[in-house]
């Protein structure tokens, strides 16, 4: 983790606008009529509507996605009893994640009030204006109280996150971590240190996991909680179990569990030894652990570490509960947040972390591979699979437990409607997926020996998308599969190179022979060409040994597409191939062409390239709505360029009139609707929203295209090869392992109609 100095903190969070948060107008407000719908007169009727009943506040206000953040002060990170003022940064910053994580607005609220009773009846003034309270920073012993008076009297999901949200995290982490230690929760002995609201809560949810409470041995400043103890509150008595004293490093001698939520430099390497094999250890003190993590895996090589920092493995971070916790208690409308739904939440995200982890979250921690085990005990904070993994797990249990009051009632739909409220939704890639995976299909991989290359066939493989055939230096590639933990059970590994190939190579080279023999191909020529990894795999697409065939991540554009079209060649009644790009942007999906093969078409090839670009998209059971652009708006500019497009529409209309396309028109007026039917009613793309753009250039295609990606940081597929015999496509020079994954699938799509 980079050194976070002083004063870069400090400016951070002075820059620009001062603070973390901002709130902006969900609905119009340009002219007069918008602003008297949003204020008077028109805001009577909502209220009006809420005074007949009351629970249609959830319908016209922002209550039922709104949570306040609260705290006094008194217990602010490690800092201790600062203020509410001083607390502030902090309740902002968890609106901010609130916000990223989960698409939850929120008032961070600031209370000056240390009086338990004062709080409550602050928080219970102020509580119709919220669907949900996030307790925060507040000192224990009052912190139980509060939450408990609070959850009485009011019927909406309230949580102390300190109490809580570590408790649900580390017992996540407990789960897999006993797995992988191969050892039962009922059976354990359990060190903790430290017994405030954090570790209270962390310990009775260990208990309601299975563990014993004769089995858990907690210490406050002053020792074992134990019978011997007359100085304990309630809280604490329910785990003063022990009738024997004992010192915190006799306690260490065989504990299989450790948790530390005190102070740092409390825990030595001789208590470490001590303890059981593979032991488990949750130094969980901030920003110092209770053991450094560095001197706890010196002694001991079979321990299972956690801690709260960021810099080390298994970060146990409250961004993985809170966030979509109340995310799902908002979605059912729930009156609490209770113990179902706490558990809920511990094995949702137990069982994400032993899922394939997507490389966009191994990219964003900088690993070269992550995957469950001793360093991968809980999902990474940057994990997108969160929100639909578990919110749904605690609306469920909402439901189950008699707290939910708007059932959910079907599950695949709100698991969507989760995605689309962080962008991760995106119904193209769905239905591209989909229709890959109903006819999966064998895929040349022509650079094997890239990493990228076989993490996406490793995807595509386990997806259920692809058959795939590695091409590339054995040894390289299995050294890679390696080293990476790549898993490919059975796969097919060719290097063209090895004379294993010879007899394949002279096939090969004798039918590419024929092929371009009067174009000045040598025999001898065509065979060594074979052992080229595109000229190979493109002849084993072509040769019927494989379906499809995806290149391109290493070598340029230009250099890897002229083979293939001289193996491949054009489809039956095709003259002009073209490269179709598509964008994932929020108004939808947005395809480009041509963007990467004909310099300068004519008028006959637009048509053509529009024609088959529209085939393509009809395959991806998207309907093409298709603007020819240009300088000018149907002859408003005569030109070169503008008057091909022009003829093009005209061939388009005449010969294909069920087809909705029309041009020559300017880009703002495509995409803008309003603006077409205001200054163009008669164009038939009126009342359209235009999601296919048909370029006059190579020059323009390309260029927009890298503007778009660049301006709306959207998801790229291709480029697509469109009008080839047989399915090759060629991925941008240096593509992520995503833009690979996606481009199998739809080179799968392409064979499945070829």
């Known amino acids: 983790m980079a050194k976070i100095r002083k004063q870069d903190a400090l400016d951070y969070h002075a820059m620009g606008r001062p603070g973390k948060i901002e709130v902006i107008p969900t609905k119009p407000y340009s002219s007069q009529r918008d602003l008297s719908l949003a204020y008077s007169p028109g805001v009577a009727e909502p209220c009006l509507k809420i005074a007949e009943n009351k629970e249609d506040v959830y319908k016209y206000t922002s209550k039922s996605n709104l949570v306040a953040v609260i705290s006094n002060g008194t217990a602010v990170l490690g800092l201790g009893d600062i203020g509410p003022e001083a607390s502030k940064p902090v309740m902002e910053g968890k609106g901010l994640l609130f916000k990223i994580f989960a698409d939850i607005d929120v008032f961070d609220i600031e209370i000056d009030a240390k009086d ?20 925060e920073d507040i000192k224990a012993p009052e912190a139980f109280e509060i939450e408990r008076r609070l959850k009485e009297e009011l019927d909406i999901p309230i949580m102390h996150d300190d109490q809580h949200g570590t408790a649900i995290i580390s017992s996540a982490a407990l789960l897999n971590a006993l797995e992988l230690a191969k050892k039962k929760i009922d059976r354990v002995k359990i060190v903790i240190s430290g017994a405030g609201a954090s570790a209270m809560s962390c310990a009775r949810l260990y208990v309601a996991l299975g563990a014993k409470v004769s089995n858990i041995f907690m210490f406050d400043s002053k020792g074992l909680l ?67 993590y560095k001197e706890a895996t010196s002694v001991r090589k079979d321990i299972i570490m956690a801690t709260g920092r960021s810099d080390h493995p298994n970060q146990v971070n409250n961004v993985l509960g809170f966030p979509f916790i109340f995310r799902g208690a908002l979605d059912v409308r729930a009156t609490s947040i ?22 966009e979250v191994i990219e964003a921690y900088g690993e070269k591979n992550i995957s469950f085990g001793r360093d991968q005990i809980i999902p990474k904070p940057l994990d997108p699979r969160l929100i639909y993994s578990v919110a749904p797990a605690v609306a469920k249990a909402a439901m ?14 709100y698991v969507q409607e989760l995605k689309a409220r962080l962008g ?42 692809a058959f795939p055939i590695l091409l590339g230096d054995r040894h390289i590639i299995l050294d890679l599969m390696n080293e990476y933990n790549i898993e490919l059970p059975e796969v097919t590994i060719i290097d063209p190179k090895e004379e294993a190939e010879a007899e394949r190579r002279k096939q090969f080279g004798a039918f590419f022979f024929e092929q371009r023999k009067r174009k000045g191909m040598m025999e001898f020529e065509a065979e060594k060409l074979m052992r080229e990894r595109n000229h190979f795999g493109a002849m084993m697409v072509n040769m019927g040994h494989a379906d499809a065939m995806v290149t391109g991540l290493t070598r340029s554009y230009r250099s890897n597409v002229r083979p293939l079209l001289q193996i491949i060649g054009l489809d039956k009644e095709v003259k002009t191939a073209a490269g179709m790009y598509i964008l994932n942007t929020k108004r939808g999906p947005l395809f480009l062409a041509d963007t990467t093969v004909n310099l300068n078409p004519t008028a006959e090839q637009i048509a053509e390239i529009t024609l088959n670009v529209a085939k393509t998209i009809t395959r991806l059971k998207v309907q093409p709505k298709i603007a020819l652009l240009s300088y000018s708006n149907f002859g408003s500019s005569p030109g070169p360029d503008s008057e091909k497009m022009a003829q093009a529409v005209a061939y388009l209309h005449e010969n294909h009139p069920t087809l909705h396309v029309d041009g020559e028109i300017q880009a703002n007026f ?12 008669f164009s038939r793309l009126v ?15 390309n260029i927009a295209y890298k503007l778009l990606q660049q301006m709306t940081d959207s998801d790229a597929i291709g480029p697509v090869l469109i009008g080839l015999k047989k399915s090759i496509h060629v991925v941008q020079l240096g593509a992520s392992v995503r833009e690979i994954i996606n481009m199998v699938k739809v080179a799968v799509i392409d064979a499945q109609n070829k």
């Open 424 to 465: 991760l939704d995106n119904e193209l890639l769905r239905n591209i997926t989909s229709k890959a995976q109903s006819s999966p299909k064998k895929v040349v991989f022509a650079e094997a020996d890239n990493v990228k290359i076989l993490k996406a066939a490793q995807v595509s493989y386990e997806e259920g998308v």
């Open 670 to 681: 495509a995409l803008n609707s309003d603006l077409l039917l205001e200054k163009f009613p």
């Open 687 to 701: 009342g359209s929203e235009v999601n296919t753009l048909i370029f006059p250039n190579l020059s323009s295609g």
């Open 226 to 292: 134990g019978a011997f103890r007359s100085d304990l509150d309630e809280m604490k008595t329910f785990f003063a179990v022990h009738k024997k004293e004992c010192t915190f490093e006799e306690a260490f001698k065989g504990a299989d569990v450790f948790l530390g939520l005190s102070r740092g430099g409390l825990v030595t390497k001789e208590m470490i030894k001590k303890m059981a094999k593979d032991p488990i250890v949750f130094a969980l003190a901030n920003p110092d652990p209770e053991i450094s």
């Open 116 to 135: 338990p009773e004062l709080f409550i009846q602050t928080v219970k003034a102020i509580a119709p204006t919220f669907g949900g309270i996030n307790l």
């Open 338 to 359: 209770n113990e179902a739904m706490k558990l809920a939440a511990v094995k949702a995200i137990a069982s994400l972390a032993k899922e394939t982890i997507p490389e």
């Open 400 to 413: 189950e437990s008699g707290v939910a009051r708007v059932p959910i009632k079907d599950w695949n739909q």
